[in-house]
């Protein structure tokens, strides 16, 4: 079975700091990770996405996130916080193979002050 | 490309209503998955389609829940006699067949008010 953890279910940093979401995830397979972005009553927009290859990934809107097999984590940075990244994050793994559900962390809600 | 759609966004009905939801998934993508997100939680995962057919479906998807996808292109979610716990956003994800294929797109979703 497949699960994620994420730890702190709020954030709260200044306009311009550093953003750490983390996110740690238990997979009895070689895992696809992923991080999705919702915004107030809306859908789910990929971020990002660590499927093979480089274990540091970029996304949309300066995002980054680095796949650390030995510490099975995944944490989701962006150097400078913008008001726009105001919203509710949510980390998730696949399997690699076959049928694909995610299987999602319980988000973390980011919170951006002037 | 107009991504995934999901109507209607919001429905309020009476407990032991019926209700369907509808979606429709971008053109081209054969997979279809359903997923139910209550509040403070993230989305758990509902059902799979493969073109027409359901090939998973999860142990949280009771028998009052049903779940079509006719010819392959949009679907919908039945959920007969409503109970309050039925109280959830409801989110439709896509994705194409294509062996290398990850990434789900997902809809606005569909927020269900039971009273």
Same mark, same amino acid.
């Given at each position: 079975?497949?699960?994620?953890?994420?730890?702190?279910?709020?954030?709260?940093?200044?306009?311009?700091?550093?953003?750490?979401?983390?996110?740690?995830?238990?997979?009895?397979?070689?895992?696809?990770?992923?991080?999705?972005?919702?915004?107030?009553?809306?859908?789910?927009?990929?971020?990002?996405?660590?499927?093979?290859?480089?274990?540091?990934?970029?996304?949309?809107?300066? +995002?980054?996130?680095? +796949?650390?097999?030995?510490?099975?984590?995944?944490?989701?940075?962006?150097?400078?916080?913008?008001?726009?990244?105001?919203?509710?994050?949510?980390?998730?793994?696949?399997?690699?193979?076959? +049928?694909?559900?995610?299987?999602?962390?319980?988000?973390?809600?980011?919170?951006?002050?002037? | 490309?107009?991504?995934?759609?999901?109507?209607? &966004?919001?429905?309020?009905?009476?407990? /032991?209503?019926?209700?369907?939801? &509808?979606?429709?998934?971008?053109?081209?993508?054969?997979?279809?998955?359903?997923?139910?997100?209550?509040? /403070?939680? /993230?989305?758990? +995962?509902?059902?799979?389609?493969?073109?027409?057919?359901?090939?998973?479906? @999860?142990?949280? *998807?009771?028998?009052?829940?049903?779940?079509? &996808?006719?010819?392959?292109?949009?679907?919908?979610?039945?959920?007969?006699?409503?109970?309050?716990?039925?109280?959830?956003?409801?989110?439709?994800?896509? @994705?194409? /067949?294509?062996?290398? @294929?990850?990434?789900?797109?997902?809809?606005?979703?569909?927020? *269900?008010?039971?009273?």
């Amino acid at each position: 079975a497949q699960s994620v953890t994420q730890l702190g279910s709020h954030v709260s940093v200044s306009e311009g700091a550093l953003v750490l979401l983390r996110c740690n995830y238990s997979s009895s397979v070689p895992p696809y990770l992923f991080w999705y972005v919702q915004y107030p009553n809306q859908g789910l927009q990929l971020l990002l996405k660590y499927t093979t290859g480089a274990t540091l990934v970029k996304g949309i809107n300066g +995002f980054e996130a680095e +796949f650390k097999k030995s510490e099975t984590s995944f944490h989701l940075t962006k150097p400078s916080a913008h008001m726009s990244d105001a919203a509710e994050y949510f980390c998730a793994v696949t399997k690699n193979t076959g +049928f694909q559900k995610l299987v999602f962390g319980t988000g973390t809600r980011l919170l951006v002050s002037p | 490309d107009t991504g995934v759609s999901q109507n209607p &966004r919001h429905k309020i009905t009476k407990r /032991g209503q019926n209700v369907t939801f &509808r979606c429709d998934p971008i053109s081209e993508h054969n997979r279809l998955y359903w997923y139910r997100q209550t509040l /403070g939680q /993230g989305p758990e +995962f509902l059902t799979y389609f493969q073109n027409e057919a359901q090939l998973e479906k @999860s142990r949280l *998807l009771s028998d009052r829940f049903s779940a079509e &996808r006719p010819k392959g292109s949009f679907s919908t979610l039945e959920i007969q006699r409503t109970e309050q716990g039925d109280s959830a956003m409801y989110l439709c994800a896509s @994705s194409s /067949g294509s062996p290398r @294929s990850y990434e789900q797109y997902f809809g606005p979703g569909t927020r *269900l008010t039971v009273t």
